[in-house]
């Protein structure tokens, strides 16, 4: 009886110990899990479709759910072979972040590169947060599919090249897509010859602007006005512009082909646009034609628009070529009609291309010869005479 009672007493003993040891390795099984639980790394996409060679950058919360603020460290705990990835926080690399109790905020952002020969297929990255005895994981899953409509980050223009005077304004119509999971600001620049500008609007608005922000996966679109300068010379003209954020630059290249300025000024030496004239007898005027444009022009013709019966003629009436920035010195001889009375006329006379033309409206003044004023003085003295004599001879009768 009493080997009975023994035996008992030995088995529960090994019973409550069994259940002593169970109940310890629940306990200290249950501190890890409730320290793990104290600190959760998340973004909020986890998972994105990418394209090879493209820039990314997620944006991490910190949540820290124990009764203290701790230090936590940042890792990566895997990344695919080939590809970049790193902690930045403040405009700079970050391997640490405090984490305060009970907050959850956006601490840190990973940022990450993907080759540019990356084959198609699924990709993980894993991250870690690590500090006062607590621990976090979060994967991120990286697809790269041919059919993935998302690509890299861009700065495209349509119609990129275009073509007009020196005194065009062009308008280039520029789309920036930010293919990032995060809010992107850009900081846009221009490198323009000297003399130029240029200058970026959103589109549909008048407010010129120097940043701009894109939301993740989201697009902006901007016009880029360019102006050149007066005095430029025809020819092909490159103008970089960039879109820069913390975590890419974007490029893109806009061409202005300037096919010339053309504008000529018809004048004389002086700038007098009068002169005198008499009636029957030619005078010579000195006219000057001006190329006031940065390319050569061909096969200029002179003409004139006189009053009836006048003639105008050049001594040179077609110019073959007329150099950028020359002058050309041209008589023109002008012949008032016989019978025009004396008195103020309008003479127009023109030089034109097929590219541009100039016209000066010139005042003349004509005179009458001088014998026709004596033959009038003679006729009218010869008839005071007749009228004179008939008086005297029959006046008295």
């Not at 005194?167 to 846009?188: A, C, D, G, V």
């Not at 007066?230 to 082909?257: D, F, K, R």
């Not at 005078?283 to 003409?303: A, F, K």
Request: glycine letters at 8%; charged letters at 15%.
């Amino acid at each position: 009886m009493e080997k009975t009672c023994s035996h008992q007493k030995t088995v529960f003993a090994k019973r409550l110990f069994a259940a002593l040891m169970v109940a310890v390795l629940l306990c200290a099984a249950a501190v890890p899990s409730f320290a793990a639980g104290g600190l959760e790394l998340s973004t909020t996409y986890p998972g994105i479709s990418v394209s090879a060679g493209e820039e990314l950058s997620f944006s991490l919360d910190l949540s820290n759910a124990s009764s203290s603020g701790c230090n936590v460290a940042l890792s990566t705990v895997s990344l695919p072979e080939g590809w970049q990835g790193y902690f930045t926080g403040n405009g700079g690399q970050i391997s640490h972040v405090y984490a305060k109790s009970g907050e959850n905020t956006a601490v840190a952002n990973f940022n990450v590169t993907v080759p540019s020969d990356a084959q198609q297929g699924t990709y993980e990255i894993t991250l870690n947060a690590s500090g006062g005895g607590m621990s976090s994981n979060l994967v991120l899953e990286l697809v790269i599919d041919e059919n993935s409509t998302v690509g890299a980050s861009s700065l495209v223009t349509e119609y990129e090249t275009q073509e007009g005077s020196a005194s065009t304004s062009f308008s280039f119509n520029t789309t920036i897509t930010n293919n990032t999971p995060n809010e992107q600001s850009y900081s846009l620049s221009a490198q323009a010859p000297s003399g130029w500008t240029v200058s970026f609007n959103p589109s549909g608005e008048s407010t010129q602007v120097a940043a701009i922000d894109v939301p993740a996966y989201g697009s902006q679109g901007l016009t880029v006005a360019v102006s050149p300068p007066q005095n430029v010379e025809a020819g092909e003209y490159e103008i970089p512009i960039s879109a820069i954020s913390s975590s890419e630059t974007l490029s893109s290249t806009l061409t202005v082909v300037i096919t010339g300025t053309y504008d000529i000024t018809l004048s004389t030496p002086s700038g007098l646009l009068s002169f005198d004239a008499t009636s029957n007898k030619a005078t010579d005027v000195t006219l000057t034609i001006t190329n006031n444009g940065n390319v050569d022009l061909q096969n200029l013709n002179l003409t004139s628009s006189a009053p009836t019966d006048w003639t105008v003629t050049f001594s040179e009436s077609s110019i073959d070529v007329l150099e950028a920035g020359s002058t050309k010195e041209v008589t023109a001889t002008v012949t008032p009609a016989k019978d025009s009375l004396s008195g103020d006329y309008v003479m127009t006379i023109t030089a034109s291309g097929s590219e541009t033309s100039s016209s000066a409206e010139f005042r003349v003044s004509v005179k009458t010869e001088t014998i026709w004023g004596i033959v009038g003085l003679l006729a009218i003295a010869a008839a005071a005479a007749a009228l004179s004599y008939v008086f005297r001879k029959y006046g008295r009768r």
